[in-house]
């Protein structure tokens, strides 16, 4: 009776996961109902599609650049020290959370029309309707995310080996170079990894503040709106796969570097 | 000679004030204290992870409070050890070495010794997640000790081990010492721990210094009644200084009507008449007399009769707990088994008691 009723709790929670992955599964799979259709290869060949491809690897990975070179420093003071005002820093990092990304990148366009904004746009680089704007807008997504990612990969590396490493003759940049790095690097690049996929596949913000100019601004969520706004499924399907096949090539990658970085 | 002067540290809810230890060059120092009381954390400001409110740190002739850590040197060994798990035990022992840019050949010999010592060889192309406690314990020690550091600090080193594992460890650790003469301070509540290794003991209860000295100085002449009940001492008694006898070589304690003889010395000597102080009786300094036997004079100030209520085997020794006939008082004397045998005692039995000389000390 006691092992029946541990098999029924076990087959439910398993039959849970299992109806998760069957719903998403299900959703790819519908994809392809379309696939090879007419106007599919022309879709695909299309330069506008191959030059949305193009910029959202390159934006995503400049976005998760910027944010991991400002990202790690602060990860690394929120998880060590003590200072006034790491409540507040703390709290700030979720703001791209809980605000909409549309309400992001329309900060932005308000902001570059203060003074200080049209002096950046003027002498410095454009923003609004171009590419720095992408960069921008998904780095402003994920900079909180990745930092407080970061944050928790450092956070599970006691801070005594650091110590040990000091009493041993490191300066504090040795010792994180040689001993919290290489500890919590697992952890780090499984950070970097989700950031850069969520900065790859990031809309709102993006089109808000970048628009949606077909060879210009079009990064693929974008261009797959566009295509489905003007009816076209093939295009639109075209680019889910890509952008499916990115996604989840990059999120199983963070899975088997976990693997490997075990140490015997 | 490694110095802390008047070295205060608040921290959270610590709060240090005031201390001062000398550790002599190639001692082994016990800092020993109740757990929780801030002993880790002088350890970390020695070290350099704090900075203290006041006070100065010496080694030798160079002042190191100011100084970050890695430029005091001074190994630390906390007590989870922290081997860097993602380095072998060969790269985990020339971690130090490496950091301080030493030439590798001019400690060659050295490090080889000491990996001789603690039997390291078979254990160095492995990762510390393959290796057993003692094991570990082993190579942190020796992590610590190969850039030859000026002082090392053990945070706990023989709390949380097996038994078996334990004995090993307090050898090596006192082979170490006397094969490589580091200069150690090693931190524990452990007073037997402190007892077998330390040559020089600094207790530390309530964030004071209690008293520091020779082991025989703390477990023999304790300073205090706190020191006294913080290793565990038994007969510890608060007693009255009543009168002088012998024209002013001993003074007449009492205790519940009950009155001790104790020569002067010690705290005794600052006495006055009317004072309180607090009595140690060492249990095995007390002798039981043999019935009919005639007592000799040295011992006869202090003659008591009383009843054996208790008996005790603890193996190497007898525990034998005898009421006072007068005063109630309650003495713990502690005999040879063979002395215990050739006494015949009982519980229920009715013996006189003497108390030596040596069996006295007074505390303030």
Redesign the interface.
């Known amino acids: 009776m006691e092992d029946n009723e541990k098999m029924n709790f076990r087959y439910t929670m398993i039959g849970a996961a299992a109806g998760i992955f069957i719903f998403y599964l299900g959703l790819i799979l519908s994809l392809f109902y379309f696939v090879g259709g007419k106007g599919f290869w022309e879709a695909f060949l299309n330069p506008y599609t191959l030059f949305s491809i193009q910029l959202s690897l390159t934006a995503a990975t400049l976005a998760t650049f910027f944010a991991v070179i400002i990202g790690l420093p602060s990860a690394y003071a929120l998880s060590r020290f003590d200072f006034k005002g790491k409540n507040i820093i703390d709290t700030f990092l979720e703001i791209p959370m809980i605000v909409s990304p549309i309400a992001l990148g329309a900060s932005f366009l308000v902001f570059f029309n203060t003074p200080l904004g049209e002096l950046i746009q003027n002498k410095g680089i454009l923003f609004v309707f171009e590419v720095p704007g992408i960069i921008l807008a998904q780095f402003a997504t994920i900079a909180g995310l990745t930092t407080r990612l970061m944050k928790a990969s450092l956070d599970e590396i006691s801070p005594r080996y650091e110590a040990v490493a000091r009493s041993l003759g490191s300066s504090p940049w040795q010792a994180f170079y040689r001993v919290t790095l290489p500890l919590s690097f697992r952890g780090l690049l499984a950070s970097v990894i989700l950031a850069w996929a969520k900065a790859f596949g990031e809309f709102g913000a993006t089109v808000t503040l970048a628009g949606a100019m077909p060879g210009k601004t079009e990064t693929m969520p974008i261009a797959i709106f566009t295509a489905l706004a003007s009816a076209n499924i093939e295009k639109a399907i075209v680019l889910i796969l890509i952008l499916m096949g990115f996604g989840l090539l990059t999120l199983y990658g963070v899975r088997l570097t976990g693997k490997r970085y075990r140490y015997d | 000679m490694i110095k802390i002067e008047g070295l205060t540290i608040h921290l959270g809810s610590f709060c240090l004030s005031d201390l001062s230890i000398e550790i002599e060059e190639k001692g082994f120092h016990f800092l020993l204290g109740p757990t929780g009381g801030g002993k880790t954390l002088i350890l970390?400001s020695m070290?350099?992870?704090h900075k203290p409110q006041k006070g100065k740190i010496w080694i030798n002739d160079r002042e190191v409070q100011s100084l970050?850590?890695?430029k005091?040197e001074?190994?630390?060994?906390?007590q989870?050890l922290?081997l860097?798990?993602?380095l072998k035990v060969k790269e985990n022992i020339l971690?130090?070495i490496r950091?301080?840019k030493l030439n590798p050949h001019t400690f060659e010999e050295y490090i080889q010794a000491l990996v001789r010592v603690m039997k390291i060889e078979p254990l160095l192309e492995r990762?510390?997640?393959?290796l057993s406690g003692g094991e570990k314990k082993r190579v942190a020690l020796l992590?610590?000790l190969a850039?030859k550091?000026k002082l090392l600090?053990l945070d706990e080193p023989l709390t949380g081990l097996d038994p078996s594992i334990k004995s090993e460890i307090q050898q090596l650790l006192k082979t170490l010492h006397t094969s490589f003469h580091p200069t150690i301070l090693c931190v524990t509540h452990d007073f037997e721990d402190a007892y077998l290794l330390g040559d020089k003991i600094t207790v530390f209860i309530n964030g004071k210094i209690e008293q520091s000295g020779t082991k025989d100085d703390i477990f023999l002449r304790p300073g205090s009644r706190r020191v006294a009940e913080f290793l565990g001492l038994k007969n510890l008694y608060r007693v009255r200084v009543l009168r002088p006898e012998d024209s002013h070589q001993r003074w007449i304690l009492g205790l519940n009507g009950f009155q001790f003889s104790a020569p002067m010395g010690g705290h005794l000597s600052q006495s006055e008449i009317g004072e309180e102080a607090d009595l140690y009786v060492r249990p095995e300094e007390v002798m039981i007399l043999r019935e009919g036997k005639p007592v000799k004079d040295s011992l006869k100030r202090n003659v008591f009769g009383g009843e054996i209520i208790d008996i005790s085997d603890r193996g190497r020794y007898h525990l034998i707990h005898v009421q006072a006939t007068e005063g109630n008082v309650l003495f713990e004397i502690s005999i040879p088994n063979y002395a215990f045998r050739n006494l015949g005692l009982w519980v229920g039995k009715r013996v006189r008691i003497a108390l030596r000389d040596e069996s006295l000390w007074v505390m303030k």
Do not use: T
Not at chain 2, 74 to 78: A, R
Not at chain 2, 127 to 130: E, F, Q
């Open positions: 970390e070290m350099g992870l970050p850590p890695e005091r001074i190994s630390y060994v906390p989870d922290a860097f798990p993602h971690y130090g950091a301080k990762y510390p997640a393959h992590r610590g850039p550091p600090l």
